[in-house]
Nanobody, 120 residues
Framework: QVQLVESGGGLVQPGGSLRLSCVAS????????MGWYRHAPGSQRELVAR???????TYDDSVKGRFTISRDNAKNTVYLQMNSLTPEDTAVYYC??????????????WGQGTQVTVSS
């Protein structure tokens, strides 16, 4: 069994910052790419940022220069530092990770989602 648990969402004013965290736990052999997606009402789920096991990062154009993804491999944790938030960033944010378990089976797992609301 593998689980992803997110934390750090909430309500913030425009221009503010939030830091999301996602911890992977369970029968993990290795973690490959980890990422953050978001789903706003009336829109499709979209990639926000992802980071490979080697530290290579990819960002959606809408968050470049404002968001930073990082990971702590020793803690099986991925972070998303979000600065200069705007109302357009309001969405449910989901953590994703491609994980090889101890049986050497590789699967993409998803967290339960955490709400981020940017409003004055």
């Amino acid at each position: 069994q593998v689980q992803l648990v997110e934390s750090g969402g909430g309500l913030v004013q425009p221009g503010g910052s939030l830091r999301l965290s996602c911890v992977a736990s369970g029968s993990i052999f290795s973690i490959n790419t980890m990422g953050w997606y978001r789903h706003a009402p009336g829109s499709q789920r979209e990639l926000v940022a992802r980071i490979t096991s080697g530290g290579t990062t990819t960002y959606d154009d809408s968050v470049k220069g404002r968001f930073t993804i990082s990971r702590d491999n020793a803690k099986n944790t991925v972070y998303l530092q979000m600065n200069s938030l705007t109302p357009e960033d309001t969405a449910v944010y989901y953590c994703s990770a491609t994980i090889t378990n101890i049986s050497r089976s590789t699967t993409t797992y998803w967290g339960q989602g955490t709400q981020v609301t940017v409003s004055s």
